[in-house]
């Protein structure tokens, strides 16, 4: 079965300390990985994206993500956060089959960065 | 470029009255989608659209749901009759393409409180 796991709901962290997000997934098939950041009522806002090549991909605001196949996982990650990284983070994923474009997300990850 | 535009923002009614929420895609943006975000959960799919066609619609309840996309532009989800279990955010998307590479670009959704 085709599935989407964020391993944490929520992760304290102080200001300028490094923090990694954690998502799993299990697929039979290929996968086009996502992490989406969504702030107190906004919508969600594309952060990265892993498409193909380098497995290291980096995105916005400082934030990188590391795609393991051998380990179904694209852990988000960042050195150094600050406190307005604040936020709810999505794991998303698409898996290739079928002819059209679906998203299936992770439950979330509440980031509260502390002073 | 003007992002995906929604409203209202916020909804209260009571159970088993109908409510209707208005999405205003990127300009040209084939893809539409609709999805349903329970409080604690990542957003789910309920129906997505290529320009005015349905492309997928099978997570949608269509007992009570119902969703048009006029002349391949806006759209409008419907509820009739709203249930406690449908207070959640509703964010819309959109897309270029159906293509596995398509970025999704989400608006700040309609938050829905039944009661």
């Known amino acids: 079965a085709q599935s989407v796991t964020q391993l944490d709901s929520q992760v304290p962290v102080f200001e300028e300390a490094p923090v990694e997000l954690r998502c799993n997934y299990s697929s039979s098939v290929s996968v086009y990985l996502f992490w989406y950041v969504q702030y107190p009522n906004q919508g969600l806002q594309l952060l990265l994206k892993y498409l193909s090549g380098s497995t290291l991909v980096k995105g916005i605001n400082g934030f990188e993500a590391e795609f393991n196949k051998s380990q179904t996982s694209f852990h988000l990650r960042k050195p150094s956060v600050h406190i307005s990284d604040t936020a709810e983070y999505f794991c998303a994923v698409r898996f290739l089959s079928g002819g059209y474009n679906k998203l299936i997300f992770g439950a979330g990850t509440r980031l509260a960065v502390h002073p | 470029e003007a992002g995906v535009a929604q409203s209202p923002r916020y909804k209260i009614i009571e159970k088993r009255q109908s409510v209707a929420f208005w999405c205003n895609p990127i300009?040209?943006?084939?893809?539409l989608y609709w999805y349903q975000q329970i409080l604690g959960q990542g957003p789910k799919l309920l129906i997505q659209f290529q320009n005015n066609g349905v492309v997928d619609d099978s997570q949608l309840p269509k007992d009570r749901f119902s969703a048009e996309r006029l002349k391949g532009v806006d759209s409008t989800l419907k509820i009739q009759p709203a249930k406690l279990e449908d207070s959640a955010v509703y964010l819309c998307?959109?897309?270029?393409?159906?293509?596995?590479?398509?970025?999704?670009?989400f608006g700040p959704g309609t938050r829905l409180t039944v009661l």
């Open positions: 300009s040209g943006h084939a893809t």
């Open positions: 998307a959109s897309g270029t393409t159906l293509g596995f590479t398509d970025t999704q670009y």
